[in-house]
């Protein structure tokens, strides 16, 4: 039995053709993915199986797939290609299933090993290292394919080859015909990535028009309604939802409103989601009421949402309304229900591809309709070159042609201002390269708005076109998370790289910000995406069958080779579905949470045992709040498993200690709920573990093999073995916020040095906590913070609980190594004195926050903090003056007692108060003891409020 050949063993014609397949069509990823994984650790039989597929199946392959795509009767090889698609797909899992027996493998290599050095220790340190080598050679042995595995892998190759002859046979006959041009995406110069900002161009005067209608006299209406209705019309790309939201950021400073409303409904809307969300909206007032997700009623959503609008004047701009006759005609009437007790003058602005659609809005609705104005030649010309060049107008000789160009290119393009920044995107990427700016001048694919996004489609490279086409899974105008989508891909198996080195995150992100300079993707506020709906039709159409969603109100049958499935609710999960079994991907979004119950997810594990990504999101239920999930231990079946997402409403969520069986998981995320992990549940298996969050108390013992972390919210110090500082140590991978809680625990500098902080080089948010009844001494303390020095360039960091002496020499020197760029200090409940060195090496800070703290002033040193803007101070009670405030200084804040010293800062004319009056918003001054951290911290754009922004 023959040993594979490592890549750089192969003849230079072989490496040549298969560089040339990984390049060539949209199952690419897959067939790279395969050679790296044989490459890396399969053993085939017999050397001419491995000969075979590199230098016959895959070379013939490749050529087969491009002579597809470039004739005209593709629709006759449609069957063939999905064959060769789902032949590939389970070659793909019998490499994953070989994958999991050699982990499986080398985790009992290695619990023999530990059973025979807890039986014999060695005595000498080269006995120990001898050992440790004796451990290598035994974990890392070879394995080779079992016969089931070989036999179905032959099977795969033999079923490919069937469908390669019968391709060949179909193009052969095709041949006369299929002679045309084809659309190659050719970029010899190296793309910048980066999106120019979203532009509203020429439409001032649009804005005005429509203001002065919103503030006009109330249209004539038959029932005395307090709100009438404003109507945008046009086809998709033509800039009617970039205008409403114009229109609203204009009205939001004009202050005419008491309350400015931005929901989008979309095609399947529910009335309770969009309840919700203007529930949300209209508590911003930061009221003591429960949040709007807390009430599962629709009459109850209802009836709290007439409270919050009653007597106010609103402006509600509902986006993408739809004219659907088939729809239940009574749904959108019932929506603008509970606004007619709103205040007199009150307006909803509404945006629809169709001027029909605003007749559903009910026969006694008043409404003014228009359709949105074309832009102007010269100002869609310069909107265009704004996405193209960014800076157009610029002086610069080199870019004269570009800017001729452009100006042909723009009269294609029907002045849609979405076609404009996706194909100047595309161009802007390739400024450098006059020849590809020459021949799209001369294509006839920008004819129409379609063919020219279709075109930009193209020019996209085949794995970001992969990620794309899987957008179409989500619902339109979903709210998209950046790092959940690529989370997702990396899942998925569709970024790729050559590097083992680089990592899969940031050439994910690379593939996202490509997306987002093509307007493929566009910002959707508070950090969310969306994609446009036009670019939505696009993705569906690029994705074909693979990716299928079950809303309401769309009853197309789920095609039976489906990939990747989104379920809007748990109760349309049906036998169908679970008949799936090639399915990789089911996201389901609940309404109603009580349908996920531990045996919803057991017929889930049996029948469903292919699933890379699941993900099961509810939302809150008034009866579900003592409820109790026990995740059944079928959980471990599901062996190929790599993002499991549960957002449930319960109590308590259990886990099984099968849970370590999932050796593939990269992504764990539980949220809404106290999760329980089975005690004796080996986490430490879960070695491809990137990414944790949600889990309050992540009790899992020995984490420190989990190298692959990137994310891990919550760390808890604990004195039993296993859960000590020093189980950071090498997770140097992590990034972004970190909490470690409990250091009254660890005992000694030394201990603290060991969880190496310094090293996590891509932490950006830091807290270290001490509990209040520690026995740890303070000046232990003062050694365990001086040992916890930060990397260099964490930009949040917040200290709470600390009673030692002193502060670190890492916080007042700049010699020391440590944080230099912090953005953010919060002391929350420390036994500090106020040091002037702080604010000299933290000159940086935007946010300063002072809590509890035995701080009888403010060091005269912050007037020096040129760039803060928020300053919150929480009950300081030795606290009598402030000092001269840095006049970049937007936003104060003090909560506490109304002492003497917050009396002096309301009084006009003391000191104090003269220190606040260059604030251009007057300072905040409460009673009463809130939580350090205020929700008004990590505000969101009110009208950006979903009832489930993530994925």
């Keep these: 039995m023959s040993s594979l050949l490592p890549l750089k063993s192969l003849d230079g014609a072989s490496r040549s053709c298969m560089g040339h397949i990984c390049h ?33 199946v895959l070379p013939r ?73 004796n451990q290598d050679i035994f974990v890392e042995s070879s394995y080779t394919l079992t016969g089931d595995l070989n036999r179905r892998l032959k099977r795969n190759m033999d079923k490919i080859e069937k469908h390669i002859n019968k391709a060949q046979d179909i193009i052969a006959l095709a041949k006369p015909s299929s002679k045309r041009e084809t659309v190659t995406a050719k970029n010899t110069h190296a793309p910048t990535t980066s999106a120019p900002t979203a532009k509203v161009t020429g439409r001032d005067e649009d804005r005005q028009r429509i203001s002065e209608k919103l503030r006009g006299a109330n249209l004539s209406s038959g029932n005395n309604k307090c709100f009438s209705v404003i109507g945008i019309h046009g086809i998709p790309g033509s800039g009617k939802t970039t205008l409403a939201q114009h229109v609203c950021e204009y009205e939001k400073t004009e202050n005419y409103f008491d309350l400015v409303m931005w929901i989008h409904v979309s095609q399947n809307y529910s009335l309770r989601v969009i309840f919700k969300e203007m529930l949300e909206v209209a508590s911003m007032d930061k009221s003591n009421d429960p949040p709007a997700y807390s009430y599962s009623s629709l009459g109850v959503l209802e009836d709290k949402l007439k409270e919050k609008i009653k007597g106010k004047r609103f402006l509600l701009v509902l986006d993408d309304i739809w004219c659907n006759k088939d729809a239940d005609t009574k749904e959108l009437p019932r929506l603008l229900s509970p606004l007619k007790v709103g205040g007199e003058g009150s307006r909803i602005l509404a945006t629809s591809r169709n001027k029909d659609a605003f007749s559903d809005l009910g026969p006694d609705v008043a409404r003014d309709v228009f359709a949105i104005p074309d832009l102007d030649g010269e100002v869609f010309l310069n909107l265009f070159m704004y996405y193209a060049l960014e800076d157009p107008n610029a002086d610069d000789p080199d870019k004269a042609e570009l800017r001729s160009i452009g100006a042909k290119i723009a009269l294609k393009l029907k002045a849609l201002p979405l076609a404009a920044s996706t194909v100047g995107g595309q161009l802007r990427i390739r400024q450098n390269d006059v020849k590809f700016w020459r021949e799209v001048q001369h294509r006839d694919l920008l ?43 990396v899942a998925e198996g569709f970024i790729q790289t050559t590097d ?107 029948k469903l045992k292919k699933l890379r990504v699941l993900v099961v999101q509810a939302g809150y239920n008034d009866y579900l709040d003592d409820s109790y999930l026990d995740i059944p231990r079928s959980i471990g079946q599901l062996k190929y ?16 200690k099968t849970l370590g069986k999932l050796y593939h998981l990269q992504v764990l995320m539980l949220h809404l709920c106290a999760v329980e992990i089975s005690p004796d549940t080996n986490l430490s298996n879960l070695t491809n573990l990137r990414h944790v969050s949600g889990v309050s108390f992540f009790a899992a013992a020995f984490i420190g093999s989990l190298t692959s972390l990137r994310t891990l919210a919550d760390f808890e110090v604990r004195k039993e073995v296993g859960y000590e500082l020093s189980q950071l140590r090498d997770l140097n991978k992590l990034q972004g916020y970190l909490s470690i809680r409990d250091l009254g625990n660890v005992k000694s500098k030394r201990e603290a040095c060991e969880a190496k902080l ?91 926050m002072i809590g509890r703290c035995n701080w009888d002033h403010l060091p005269a040193s912050v007037k020096d903090l040129r760039w803060l803007e928020s300053l919150l101070i929480v009950d300081c009670w030795r606290l009598e003056s402030l000092p001269e405030l840095p006049s970049s200084l937007k936003k104060f804040k003090l909560v506490g007692s ?32 809130p939580e350090f951290m205020p929700q008004e911290e990590h505000d969101t754009d009110e009208d950006e409020v979903e009832d489930s922004p993530s994925l």
């Excluded at 010293?901 to 905040?924: D, T």
């Design 500 to 606: 083992a080195e680089e990592d899969m995150e940031a050439v994910g992100r690379g593939y996202f910000h490509k997306l987002l300079a093509t307007s493929f993707v566009q910002p959707g506020g508070n950090d969310q995406y969306i994609v446009h709906d036009l670019m939505h039709d696009l993705a569906e159409k690029a994705a074909g069958d693979d990716c299928f969603r079950i809303e309401n109100g769309l009853t197309k049958k789920v095609p039976r080779d489906v990939r990747h499935l989104f379920v809007a609710d748990a109760a349309m999960v049906t036998k169908e579905i679970f008949e799936l079994e090639n399915l990789c991907t089911l996201i389901i979004d609940v309404e109603r949470p009580e349908l996920v119950n531990t045996i919803f997810f057991e017929e889930v594990f049996e």
């Design 641 to 656: 498993l790599r993002y499991l997402r549960i957002v449930v409403p319960t109590e308590n969520l259990s886990l099984p």
């Design 447 to 489: 004819n129409d708005t379609t063919g020219a996004l279709w075109w930009s489609y193209q020019h996209l490279d085949e794995q970001v076109r992969r990620c794309f086409a899987y957008c179409s899974i989500f619902p339109r105008r979903r709210r998209l998370l950046q790092d959940e989508l690529i989370n997702l891909w």
């Design 758 to 848: 310094a090293d996590k080089k891509g932490l950006t948010e830091l807290v270290l906590q001490w509990d209040h009844d520690t026995s740890c001494t303070p000046q232990v303390q003062a050694e365990v913070l001086e040992a916890l020095c930060p990397p260099e360039h964490l930009e949040n960091l917040e200290i709470i609980g600390y009673q030692g002496p002193s502060y670190p020499s890492w916080m007042l020197s700049e010699q020391n190594s440590g944080p230099k760029y912090l953005k953010t200090l919060a002391l929350d409940s420390c036994w500090l004195e106020p040091a002037p060195q702080l604010f000299e090496v933290f000159i940086n800070l935007r946010k300063l």
């Design 61 to 133: 392959l490749a050529l087969t797939m491009e002579a597809v795509e470039n004739i005209r009767h593709r629709k006759l090889l449609e069957e063939i290609v999905r064959e060769l698609k789902s032949a590939f797909h389970d070659m793909e899992y019998i490499l994953d299933d070989l994958e999991y027996i050699r982990h499986h493998k080398k985790l009992h290599n290695q619990k023999i090993l530990q059973q025979k050095r807890e039986k014999k220790r060695p005595r000498t340190a080269s006995e120990a290292e001898a050992s440790s080598s």
């Design 24 to 56: 060539k069509w949209i199952m690419s990823p897959i067939i790279s993915k395969l050679l790296d994984k044989a490459l890396s650790y399969c053993k085939f039989d017999k050397e001419e199986t491995l000969h075979r597929l590199l230098t016959d």
């Design 898 to 929: 109304d002492n003497e010293f917050v009396k002096s800062c309301k009084l006009e004319g003391h000191p104090n108060w003269e220190k606040l009056r260059h604030l251009e918003n007057p300072p905040i001054l409460d009673v009463g003891t």
